[in-house]
């Protein structure tokens, strides 16, 4: 991020969501700066047959990073109901 704006730069934002914008945009930049690297380095495997441009390579990562978030959100919600349980039934052996 420290190359898209400085830390003097975002501390005179006052507004959250304007901050919360600029900080989004920067590490977007910096996927894609890191994206465009990796690329580089499996461009040079690629064959006619196994060619991806560079925005088709950038969509399926992040398609496949969304993915994997929405299953460990659902993992999440999942263990966070057991521990619920858990603390329920807890909280009742302490009641009686």
């Known amino acids: 991020m420290h190359s898209h704006y400085g830390i003097n730069f975002c501390s005179r934002i006052k507004d959250a969501k304007t901050l919360t ?11 894609e700066k890191d994206l465009w ?9 690629m064959s006619s ?16 990073n969304i993915v994997t978030k929405k299953t460990d959100i659902v993992k999440v919600l999942a263990d966070a109901k057991v521990i619920m349980a858990v603390d329920k039934a807890e909280r009742e052996k302490l009641i009686k």
Do not use: G, H
């Not at 047959?49 to 496949?64: I, R, S």
């Open 37 to 45: 690297q990796q690329w580089l380095v499996d461009y040079s495997r």
């Open 49 to 64: 047959e196994t060619f991806m441009t560079f925005e088709k390579y950038k969509d399926n990562f992040l398609n496949e």
């Open 21 to 31: 914008v600029l900080l989004l945009d920067a590490n977007k930049r910096e996927i």
